[in-house]
């Protein structure tokens, strides 16, 4: 019975505190109500984040509350559960945000439901954003989304290897050239070999990604799996070229690389077990302090092939969707997120958008990322990836098993040309 | 034959009975093989608990140490087990970031709403099922299942829009109904389970003392099976606390649970495994503390019925 009474004290007890705490917080503890208002809107504004961009966009926020007295509220949600939070809530027409920061391949999905925001591109703002982006935000003929931070791979190397006297000596003498950051395939592929000794890898090979590869088929004069028709170009021999030398990488990467990603790439790097590797530019200031490689790490552009230098940016743009009813307040928010574009720098994540916002930082200590990230950026034959709403299934479904089948020794122009007929068979 | 002669032998002094000493020692020396053989049972026993402990716990373990490794120590390659350097400092970021108290808050509600609802609607349910074993009450029990049959992320979706349409979306009450979705029909099952194994003689006797049919179920019924009812609340629960999939759907701002915040340390630029797993650890607790609070129920609950017959 004392066990019966204290289950019912229990129960009593949560109905009340439940009780209390919905009355209390008016249905629920995170804060405000949702922005509602007529079609002048009011000015709160909800904003939808990945969780890794809401520090980018935190500087912009303040300032925008002093400027335009609209408060932001951030509703922040982990990448993988964002695509579709945004299918379900723009298909039901019902949408909880007026701004949403959408990754630049989802943009082909969500054109209907945004709204363009051409106004907002003027010809100064299309000269300080990388030529790629504003190529992007242009969809249908409309800009649809205002790119608020952008990223593309570059090199990132162990300077203190690189410095190190007895490697520079050891290097010549092996390869007939000084050692230095590597700007070409064949350099990338020397100094892999030259530092894969005593333990340690010349670089990794990832995978479990594709980005890294499309950088590699730019770089070697092709558009990336689609040309401009979209016609599937894949099994081109820039791609195989690209897969080819994306695969001769692996005898000096640490082994299973069919299962490396971003984060375990990373790892590798940050823990010293890995002399190079292409990554993201804004891993350069999140090295930890404790890290053994901490200080120790330098930076260049992206390595190039016969078109050139080469990245594939990683942007992310905000858009309003039609369904809000704060056009007004969200349209000034992302103008805001334009006019102080730089304040995203100062965050964790410390990327922006606009060329100005980079070239301001760029000769600062701590941002020796910016320049290479700027020239790999500005690069002839840096392009985003195809404007297909199919992008994100061909990625999962073709360009990764291809890499992981590449790598773990498959033959190149068979994938290829299979991958081929699977991308015809998903664009029909 | 042989068990006269020993009841015998035993009650009488042995020096009156030389001949019952070998016997007697036989006896000693097989007791003491029974009590070694005990012991070896036991003991094994222990082991395979021991392992057993070790397989479930360990997952939990490594998220606890992770939680006070620094940060490059959280991603070493190869992972060692215990922190090189034990820090707080995961507990620190975790703890301060904007929105995890009020996501434990919502948490809270949606789960003991969500655990109430189960309850209020599966008692009732699986009594009427089990007392009344209709057709329509068969085919009603076997249809609860299909909800679980469907994959969530093929409800959440639809569940999302008929909430915002009806204006709930965003609060934890439209949480709980979707995750008493998830509950309803295992908690339904259990009741069902926990009813049959009270004999119906019980009720029977509660009638002729003047209980109504209600009356019976209150005083006599439920009392009986509070086990149960500790068992399925624990499960529904859980099933609430837990849940991610429509947390992730259907709440924004107000109603956001920790499962979802604990996600966020997951971003595409990296992965914050201090933070996240020093959250995740907090979050264990209230979980922990029910279970502990409830344990002699549960125990009790999961074995009602199991004599039955």
Not at chain 2, 22 to 49: D, F, H, K, V
Not at chain 2, 116 to 141: D, H
Request: with cysteine; charged share 15%.
């Amino acid at each position: 019975m004392s066990t019966r009474n204290t289950i019912s004290k229990l129960v009593t007890l949560g109905g009340l505190c439940t009780a209390v705490a919905l009355v209390a917080t008016g249905c629920g503890a995170g804060g405000p109500a949702p922005s509602s208002g007529g079609s002048g809107g009011s000015s709160s504004i909800n904003v939808l984040v990945e969780a890794g961009g809401h520090a980018e966009l935190t500087g912009v926020a303040e300032q925008c509350k002093k400027d335009a007295g609209i408060d932001v509220n951030f509703v922040e949600l982990p990448y993988d559960g964002m695509f579709n939070r945004l299918s379900s809530e723009f298909s039901s027409g019902n949408v909880s945000f007026d701004v949403a920061a959408l990754d630049s391949v989802w943009l082909p999905s969500f054109k209907d439901a945004v709204q363009p925001m051409d106004e907002l591109f003027t010809d100064d703002v299309k000269k300080d954003i990388f030529p790629a982006l504003v190529k992007e935000a242009n969809v249908d003929g409309h800009f649809i989304g205002m790119p608020a931070w952008t990223n593309a791979e570059i090199i990132l190397y162990r300077k203190d290897l690189f410095e190190d006297a007895k490697n520079k000596a050891d290097f010549q003498a092996k390869y007939g050239y000084e050692l230095a950051a590597p700007k070409t395939w064949k350099q990338y592929q020397d100094v892999s070999e030259f530092f894969t000794k005593d333990g340690m890898y010349g670089t990794d090979v990832k995978g479990a990604v594709e980005t890294e590869w499309l950088a590699h088929v730019l770089q070697a004069g092709s558009p990336m799996v689609l040309d401009k028709d979209n016609n599937v170009v894949i099994d081109n021999a820039a791609h195989k070229e690209a897969l080819d030398f994306y695969v001769s990488l692996a005898k000096d990467a640490p082994s299973g690389a069919a299962q490396v990603d971003w984060a375990a790439a990373q790892n590798l790097f940050n823990q010293g077990k890995t002399a190079m590797t292409r990554f993201w530019a804004h891993a350069y200031r999140q090295i930890p302090a404790d890290a053994p490689v901490a200080g120790k790490v330098g930076a260049a552009a992206m390595i190039g092939g016969s078109a050139g230098v080469a990245g594939v940016p990683g942007p992310w743009y905000l858009s309003v969707p039609k369904a809000t009813k704060n056009t007004d307040a969200a349209k000034k928010f992302v103008k805001c997120a334009y006019d102080y574009n730089d304040k995203g720098i100062e965050s964790k994540l410390g990327l922006a958008s606009r060329i100005s916002a980079f070239q301001k930082y760029q000769d600062q200590p701590g941002y020796e990322s910016f320049k290479p990230l700027i020239e790999t950026l500005n690069g002839q034959a840096t392009a985003t990836r195809p404007a297909t709403a199919k992008w994100q299934q061909i990625v999962d479904t073709v360009l990764i098993p291809l890499l992981q089948k590449a790598v773990a020794g498959g033959d190149t122009s068979a994938l290829l040309a299979d991958a081929k007929k699977q991308i015809q068979d998903l664009l029909k | 034959m042989s068990t006269t002669s020993v009841t015998t032998t035993a009650s009488l002094p042995s020096s009156d009975f030389p001949e019952a000493q070998p016997l007697r020692q036989r006896r000693g020396a097989n007791r003491e093989g029974l009590e070694a053989g005990r012991r070896s049972t036991r003991t094994i026993l222990w082991i395979l608990l021991a392992v057993a402990m070790v397989l479930y716990g360990f997952p939990f373990l490594y998220l606890l140490f992770t939680s006070f490794k620094t940060p490059i120590d959280t991603i070493a390659v190869p992972p060692t087990i215990l922190p090189r350097e034990w820090t707080l400092e995961n507990y620190t970021n975790a703890l301060g970031r904007s929105g995890v108290l009020a996501s434990f808050i919502n948490s809270i509600q949606t789960a003991v709403i969500s655990t109430l609802l189960s309850l209020v609607l599966a008692v009732p349910a699986a009594y009427g099922i089990t007392r009344y074993k209709t057709p329509s009450g068969q085919v009603f029990i076997m249809a609860a299942l299909v909800t679980r049959m469907v994959p969530p992320v093929a409800i959440g979706i639809p569940l999302a829009s008929m909430m915002a349409s009806v204006g709930l979306s965003d609060t934890p009450i439209a949480l709980s109904i979707a995750h008493t979705t998830i509950s309803l029909p295992l908690s339904i099952w259990l009741m069902c389970s926990f009813f049959e194994s009270v004999p119906r003689d019980l009720e029977e006797a509660a009638t002729v003392d003047g209980c109504s049919r209600l009356g019976a179920l209150w005083r006599v019924v439920i009392p009986v099976v509070s086990g149960g009812i500790a068992v399925t609340a624990i499960f529904a629960f859980l099933a609430s606390w837990n849940e991610f999939l429509f947390a992730l759907l259907m709440t924004a701002i107000r109603s956001q649970t920790t499962p979802v915040v604990i996600a966020n340390f997951q971003t595409q630029f990296g992965l914050d495994w201090g933070s996240m797993t020093a959250l995740a650890a907090v979050y264990s607790i209230p979980v922990i503390l029910l279970t502990l609070l409830l344990q002699r129920k549960i125990v009790a609950g999961m074995t009602l019925g199991a004599v039955k017959g």
